[in-house]
């Protein structure tokens, strides 16, 4: 059984910075492309960043380039986003997604990929 698990969200100040953890059981983590969503309240799930199975091709979405970082380890078996000079409009539910193929891109929508976390929440305080 798959299992993605997210960590590291909560209740930050507005311009803090944050690094999010990924961390899948029960999947090659070395073969899958690895993206980053979140959700905020009434709001569709939004692409943020994309990272390919090596680690070297990485994607973003204009609106987040410049304040977030993805990246991948292979040897930890773990992906991360880290993020900076948060807003409270980075309020959302932030989800790790998984896609089998190893290649991933921005234009990709969710249900392309095929295992997802259940979500941590960051919450950024004004």
């Known amino acids: 059984q798959v299992q993605l698990v997210e960590s590291g969200g909560g209740l930050v100040q507005d311009g803090a910075s944050v690094k999010l953890s990924c961390r899948p059981s029960?999947?090659?983590?070395?073969?899958?492309?690895m993206a980053w969503f979140r959700q905020a309240p009434g709001k569709e799930r939004e692409f943020l960043a994309g990272?390919?199975?090596?680690?070297?091709?990485?994607y973003y979405a204009d609106s987040m380039k410049g304040r977030i970082t993805i990246s991948k380890s292979n040897n930890e078996n773990t992906a991360y986003l880290l993020m900076n000079s948060l807003k409270p409009e980075d309020t959302a539910v932030y989800y790790c997604?998984?896609?089998?193929?190893?290649?991933?891109?921005?234009?990709?929508?969710?249900?392309?990929?095929?295992?997802w976390g259940q979500g941590t929440q960051v919450i950024v305080s004004s």
């Open positions: 997604a998984a896609r089998s193929g190893m290649e991933t891109h921005p234009e990709l929508p969710p249900h392309e990929y095929q295992y």
């Open positions: 029960g999947l090659a983590f070395s073969s899958h492309a």
């Open positions: 990272i390919n199975w090596s680690g070297g091709s990485l």
